[in-house]
Protein backbone atom coordinates (compact mmCIF):
# COMPACT_ATOMS: atom_id res chain seq x y z
CA UNK A 1 0.00 0.00 0.00
CA UNK A 2 1.35 3.63 -0.59
CA UNK A 3 3.39 4.87 2.90
CA UNK A 4 1.68 8.35 2.46
CA UNK A 5 -2.46 6.52 1.93
CA UNK A 6 -1.17 4.41 4.96
CA UNK A 7 -0.53 7.38 7.14
CA UNK A 8 -3.04 9.18 6.34
CA UNK A 9 -5.46 5.95 7.23
CA UNK A 10 -3.43 5.24 10.52
CA UNK A 11 -4.56 8.88 11.59
CA UNK A 12 -7.99 8.86 10.74
CA UNK A 13 -8.31 4.89 13.05
CA UNK A 14 -6.58 7.40 15.42
CA UNK A 15 -8.61 9.99 15.56
CA UNK A 16 -11.82 7.92 15.53
CA UNK A 17 -10.78 5.96 18.49
CA UNK A 18 -9.70 9.17 20.35
CA UNK A 19 -13.46 10.24 20.04
CA UNK A 20 -14.67 7.14 20.77
CA UNK A 21 -11.90 7.02 24.26
CA UNK A 22 -13.56 10.70 24.74
CA UNK A 23 -17.15 9.70 24.33
CA UNK A 24 -16.72 6.33 26.84
CA UNK A 25 -15.19 9.21 29.06
CA UNK A 26 -18.00 11.29 28.92
CA UNK A 27 -20.45 8.38 29.98
CA UNK A 28 -18.43 7.05 32.57
CA UNK A 29 -18.56 10.65 34.26
CA UNK A 30 -22.29 10.72 33.52
CA UNK A 31 -23.38 7.40 34.94
CA UNK A 32 -20.01 5.97 36.91
CA UNK A 33 -20.44 2.72 34.90
CA UNK A 34 -17.54 1.30 35.93
CA UNK A 35 -16.85 -0.52 32.83
CA UNK A 36 -17.32 2.65 30.88
CA UNK A 37 -13.94 3.71 32.67
CA UNK A 38 -12.74 0.52 31.22
CA UNK A 39 -13.52 0.83 27.82
CA UNK A 40 -12.46 4.56 27.96
CA UNK A 41 -8.80 3.59 29.01
CA UNK A 42 -8.57 0.89 26.41
CA UNK A 43 -9.45 2.95 23.52
CA UNK A 44 -7.30 5.99 24.56
CA UNK A 45 -4.27 3.99 24.90
CA UNK A 46 -4.98 2.24 21.58
CA UNK A 47 -5.44 5.48 20.36
CA UNK A 48 -2.12 6.73 21.63
CA UNK A 49 -0.32 3.87 20.23
CA UNK A 50 -1.74 3.90 16.72
CA UNK A 51 -0.11 7.43 16.69
CA UNK A 52 3.02 6.13 17.66
CA UNK A 53 2.89 3.14 15.12
CA UNK A 54 1.88 4.96 11.97
CA UNK A 55 4.70 8.19 11.96
CA UNK A 56 6.99 5.82 12.49
CA UNK A 57 6.69 3.18 9.67
CA UNK A 58 9.38 3.39 6.98
CA UNK A 59 9.54 6.62 5.18
CA UNK A 60 10.88 4.47 2.15
CA UNK A 61 8.34 1.99 2.17
CA UNK A 62 7.62 2.26 -1.55
CA UNK A 63 11.22 2.05 -2.54
CA UNK A 64 12.58 -1.30 -3.21
CA UNK A 65 16.28 -2.78 -1.57
CA UNK A 66 18.53 -2.56 -4.30
CA UNK A 67 21.59 -4.28 -3.59
CA UNK A 68 25.08 -2.48 -3.54
CA UNK A 69 23.12 1.16 -3.42
CA UNK A 70 21.54 3.10 0.05
CA UNK A 71 18.60 5.50 -0.45
CA UNK A 72 18.84 8.75 0.91
CA UNK A 73 15.17 8.80 3.04
CA UNK A 74 15.13 12.66 3.24
CA UNK A 75 15.80 13.26 0.17
CA UNK A 76 14.41 10.28 -1.87
CA UNK A 77 16.63 9.06 -4.39
CA UNK A 78 19.77 6.24 -4.58
CA UNK A 79 23.35 7.39 -4.47
CA UNK A 80 25.71 6.48 -6.78
CA UNK A 81 29.26 7.96 -5.63
CA UNK A 82 31.61 5.21 -7.20
CA UNK A 83 32.12 2.70 -9.71
CA UNK A 84 30.48 -0.18 -7.80
CA UNK A 85 27.12 1.33 -6.72
CA UNK A 86 27.15 2.32 -10.39
CA UNK A 87 27.59 -1.07 -11.94
CA UNK A 88 25.00 -2.69 -8.62
CA UNK A 89 22.44 0.17 -10.43
CA UNK A 90 23.12 -1.13 -13.94
CA UNK A 91 22.85 -4.55 -12.48
CA UNK A 92 19.53 -4.20 -10.95
CA UNK A 93 18.31 -2.37 -14.11
CA UNK A 94 19.63 -5.25 -16.35
CA UNK A 95 17.98 -8.23 -13.75
CA UNK A 96 14.71 -6.94 -15.31
CA UNK A 97 14.06 -3.61 -13.30
CA UNK A 98 13.01 -0.52 -15.64
CA UNK A 99 13.11 1.51 -12.11
CA UNK A 100 9.97 3.28 -13.21
CA UNK A 101 9.03 6.18 -10.78
CA UNK A 102 12.74 5.61 -8.87
CA UNK A 103 15.55 8.62 -8.99
CA UNK A 104 19.43 7.84 -8.80
CA UNK A 105 21.66 10.53 -7.63
CA UNK A 106 25.34 10.39 -9.33
CA UNK A 107 27.38 12.11 -5.84
CA UNK A 108 30.77 12.28 -6.94
CA UNK A 109 33.09 11.75 -10.49
CA UNK A 110 33.34 8.22 -11.11
CA UNK A 111 36.46 6.86 -12.98
CA UNK A 112 36.12 3.62 -14.60
CA UNK A 113 40.00 3.60 -15.69
CA UNK A 114 38.38 1.59 -18.79
CA UNK A 115 37.21 -1.18 -17.45
CA UNK A 116 34.18 -2.61 -20.02
CA UNK A 117 30.46 -2.83 -18.79
CA UNK A 118 27.25 -3.96 -20.74
CA UNK A 119 24.71 -1.03 -20.91
CA UNK A 120 22.25 -0.18 -18.93
CA UNK A 121 19.00 -2.08 -20.17
CA UNK A 122 18.74 -3.79 -22.90
CA UNK A 123 16.97 -4.47 -26.64
CA UNK A 124 14.01 -6.80 -25.06
CA UNK A 125 11.99 -5.51 -22.47
CA UNK A 126 14.48 -3.76 -20.14
CA UNK A 127 13.95 -0.66 -20.68
CA UNK A 128 14.85 2.73 -18.42
CA UNK A 129 12.46 4.45 -17.19
CA UNK A 130 12.84 6.04 -13.79
CA UNK A 131 15.16 9.00 -13.16
CA UNK A 132 19.16 8.92 -13.35
CA UNK A 133 20.59 12.77 -12.13
CA UNK A 134 24.05 13.02 -12.75
CA UNK A 135 24.09 15.43 -9.96
CA UNK A 136 27.18 17.53 -12.57
CA UNK A 137 29.37 14.84 -12.20
CA UNK A 138 31.29 12.89 -14.73
CA UNK A 139 31.79 9.27 -15.57
CA UNK A 140 35.08 8.63 -17.16
CA UNK A 141 37.12 6.07 -19.17
CA UNK A 142 34.23 3.81 -19.16
CA UNK A 143 34.34 1.09 -21.79
CA UNK A 144 30.66 0.27 -23.39
CA UNK A 145 30.13 -2.86 -25.32
CA UNK A 146 26.65 -4.67 -25.76
CA UNK A 147 25.97 -8.26 -25.83
CA UNK A 148 26.06 -9.97 -29.15
CA UNK A 149 22.53 -11.10 -28.28
CA UNK A 150 21.93 -7.40 -27.68
CA UNK A 151 24.17 -6.20 -30.55
CA UNK A 152 22.01 -2.91 -32.69
CA UNK A 153 22.29 -0.05 -29.87
CA UNK A 154 25.44 0.50 -27.73
CA UNK A 155 25.51 3.81 -25.29
CA UNK A 156 25.57 3.95 -21.48
CA UNK A 157 21.47 3.18 -21.86
CA UNK A 158 20.76 1.19 -23.90
CA UNK A 159 17.14 2.07 -24.55
CA UNK A 160 15.61 5.07 -22.53
CA UNK A 161 11.55 4.47 -22.39
CA UNK A 162 10.09 7.37 -20.33
CA UNK A 163 12.68 7.83 -18.18
CA UNK A 164 15.05 11.16 -18.14
CA UNK A 165 18.82 10.95 -17.95
CA UNK A 166 20.22 14.45 -16.64
CA UNK A 167 23.73 16.53 -15.50
CA UNK A 168 25.77 13.97 -16.68
CA UNK A 169 29.62 14.29 -18.30
CA UNK A 170 30.95 11.06 -20.06
CA UNK A 171 34.47 12.20 -20.00
CA UNK A 172 36.35 9.71 -23.18
CA UNK A 173 33.95 6.64 -23.22
CA UNK A 174 35.01 3.82 -25.58
CA UNK A 175 32.00 2.80 -27.27
CA UNK A 176 32.14 -1.03 -29.05
CA UNK A 177 29.60 -2.59 -30.67
CA UNK A 178 30.32 -6.41 -31.95
CA UNK A 179 27.70 -6.66 -34.76
CA UNK A 180 29.23 -7.52 -38.04
CA UNK A 181 26.28 -8.69 -39.47
CA UNK A 182 25.95 -5.36 -41.85
CA UNK A 183 22.50 -4.81 -39.86
CA UNK A 184 21.95 -0.91 -39.38
CA UNK A 185 23.69 -0.30 -35.44
CA UNK A 186 22.67 2.75 -33.57
CA UNK A 187 25.90 3.69 -31.46
CA UNK A 188 25.54 6.83 -28.66
CA UNK A 189 26.56 8.35 -25.59
CA UNK A 190 24.23 8.50 -23.33
CA UNK A 191 21.89 6.86 -24.86
CA UNK A 192 21.12 4.16 -27.82
CA UNK A 193 17.69 4.67 -28.58
CA UNK A 194 14.19 6.72 -27.43
CA UNK A 195 10.70 5.62 -26.70
CA UNK A 196 7.68 7.47 -25.56
CA UNK A 197 8.55 10.37 -23.47
CA UNK A 198 12.48 9.52 -22.24
CA UNK A 199 14.69 12.79 -21.99
CA UNK A 200 18.35 13.81 -22.13
CA UNK A 201 19.21 17.00 -20.17
CA UNK A 202 22.27 18.80 -19.56
CA UNK A 203 24.08 15.86 -20.59
CA UNK A 204 27.55 16.38 -22.01
CA UNK A 205 29.79 13.81 -24.31
CA UNK A 206 33.54 14.32 -24.32
CA UNK A 207 35.75 12.36 -26.94
Known amino acids: MNHKLLIMLGYL ?3 NIFTFALFAYDKYCATHDKWRVSEAKLLFWAAILSLIVFPSLPAHADNPTINGLTFNESEG ?3 IPDKAAFEAFAAHVNAGNNCSGLMFKQT ?3 DFNNESIAPVGDDNS ?3 AGTYDG ?3 AISRISITSPERYSYK ?3 FYWIDGGTVKNLTLDRPTI ?3 NNSGTEIDLGGIAGSFKGSGKIENCNVIC
Do not use: H
Open 77 to 79: WYG
Open 135 to 137: GGY
Open 13 to 15: VSV
Open 176 to 178: TNP
Open 126 to 128: VRF
Open 154 to 156: TAL
Open 108 to 110: ADI
